[in-house]
């Protein structure tokens, strides 16, 4: 990274560290942390929005659903390890989301398809190709849509491809489009997630970039959840149990949750 690039993340970062009660400020932190390597930060602060959106449901934290941004829930959910007392409340969020009128949006097919997907259900997150290559000029979708069939299909070279189109399709924005001068131009979220999900698969990323990350996805897959989640109320042990357990009759265990082998054997 240039030292100019640096400190243009940096100030971006003292400025959203400024908005601490806003979720998408908290969100740039992340990204911000994530490009400047200080992962444990990052991760933790994708914990913070979910914690505060999903538990607290502070106002400034519910800005995704407002504004329609479905897809940052399971985005910042895998970001931030795949914490299993969460995923309850994240599928509730999007099973609320599909009665919305907005349900068919193309941000709302990635962001099912990317749950699909954490649950092991490859074939329903196969569904939503359709709906997201259905516009070619919409770049980043139609990349989105041949990734998430090239991860169900375990298709190599659809992937590499594929992803490659969508972090050019990134760099457009991030340069000359809509997240032009935003912190999150510096990463592609997209690129990232689809990136853990595909490597969980066995399927490898054969690229680099300055939007993509992979040593953060090496920090997930070496730590993985944070030891001290506050659990809520409405997430108790036992509904931990029951995700593990489910997660283990499915055989992904390891695959969604990052669960050891060796918890499981306890």
């Given amino acids: 990274m240039n030292t100019k690039l640096q400190e243009k993340i940096k100030e971006s970062l003292v400025a959203n560290e400024a908005e601490p009660k806003l979720g998408y400020s908290r969100l740039m932190v992340a990204i911000c942390q994530i490009k400047l390597q200080n992962y444990k930060v ?64 193309l941000v709302a097919h990635y962001a099912y398809a990317l749950l699909d997907y954490l649950l092991g259900e490859d074939e329903k997150a196969l569904l ?10 919409v770049k980043d979708m139609f990349a989105i849509g041949e990734i998430v069939q090239a991860i169900g299909q375990m298709d190599q070279q659809m992937f590499d491809y594929s992803f490659d189109r969508l972090l050019i ?17 510096y990463l592609s979220l997209a690129a990232m997630c689809l990136a853990k999900l595909a490597r ?13 990350s992979l040593p953060y996805l090496d920090f997930l897959n070496d730590y993985g959840e944070i030891d001290d989640w506050p659990i809520d109320e409405g997430i108790g042990l036992a509904k931990r149990s029951v995700v593990c357990l489910y997660n283990w009759c499915a055989g992904r265990a390891r695959m969604i949750a990052r669960i050891p082998v060796g918890l499981l054997r306890k």
């Avoid at 329609?68 to 989301?97: H, N, R």
């Avoid at 939503?128 to 000029?137: F, G, I, Q, S, V």
């Fill in 42 to 105: 990052a991760q933790r602060n994708c914990h913070i929005v979910l914690s505060n959106g999903f538990c607290k449901k502070e106002p400034g934290y519910r800005i995704f659903l407002a504004s329609s941004q479905i897809e940052k829930l399971p985005e910042l959910y895998i970001l931030a390890g795949q914490p299993l007392p969460f995923l309850p409340k994240l599928i509730a969020e999007i099973e609320a989301y599909k009665k919305d009128k907005r349900d068919n949006s």
């Fill in 169 to 185: 399709a990134h760099r457009g924005m991030a340069k000359f489009g809509s997240l032009r001068e935003m912190p999150e131009g």
């Fill in 128 to 137: 939503h190709c359709a709906p997201l290559m259905e516009y070619p000029k």
């Fill in 200 to 212: 969980d698969r066995g399927l490898t990323v054969n690229v680099e970039s300055e939007y993509l």
